[in-house]
Structures are given as C-alpha cells and as structure tokens.
Nanobody, 118 residues
C-alpha cells in the first residue's frame, strides 16, 4: 500500500505563490505516476497536474504556465509550485498516486486547503 501526506496549503493573496508537498510512503516502487487534483465547493474534483515515473508531465489548461509539478525521488516527495495564484484556484488540493500492485488502483492523500483572496 501507499500512504500520502500533503502539506503546504494556506491563505494567499491573488498573484502570490504557494508550494504544496506530498510525501509518499509504503510501496514506493509500485507507483506509476503521481499527481495533484483539486476540488472547489460545489464542483467536481479535477486533475491539476501529473508526473509519471519517467518524468512525463501533464497539466490542466487552466494552470499551464503558472503551476509546476516536480518530484524528489530521494525524499519520495512530489511538489506543486503554484505561482500567479487566482481566486478561482481556491480549492482543496489532493495528492494522488497511481499504484500497480497486481491491479491498478489510486491512493489519495487527505487534502490540503488553498485559499486565494482577491
């Protein structure tokens, strides 16, 4: 199994920056990709960014050029650097790991709140 713990959320003014961290533990070698999703009030959870085990990245159109996903393999940690934040980025951000262990499944963190004030 894989456990994920997020940190780094908070309150920031529009135009500001935050960096989210997601530390993975457990069956690290089984992780095929890791990503960040977000869910705003009364909206569905959506993909923000993803990074695969071979460092391929993909971003939602709404955050391209502003957010960057990266990882530190030595620390088993994935980061989401968020710059030029907008009020519409306000959401609970969730870390996700796609794990292959017999079958493919998703592991989720507990979420971290990001609030951007105008």
């Amino acid at each position: 199994q894989v456990q994920l713990v997020e940190s780094g959320g908070g309150l920031v003014q529009a135009g500001g920056s935050l960096r989210l961290s997601c530390a993975a533990s457990g069956s690290i070698a089984s992780i095929k990709s890791m990503g960040w999703y977000r869910q705003a009030p009364r909206k569905q959870r959506e993909l923000v960014a993803i990074i695969t085990s071979v460092d391929t990245t993909n971003y939602a159109d709404s955050i391209k050029g502003r957010f960057t996903i990266s990882r530190d393999n030595a620390k088993n940690t994935v980061y989401l650097q968020m710059n030029s934040l907008k009020p519409e980025d306000t959401a609970v951000y969730y870390c996700n790991a796609l794990v292959l262990a017999g079958s493919l499944y998703s592991s989720w963190g507990q979420g971290t709140q990001v609030t951007v004030s105008s």
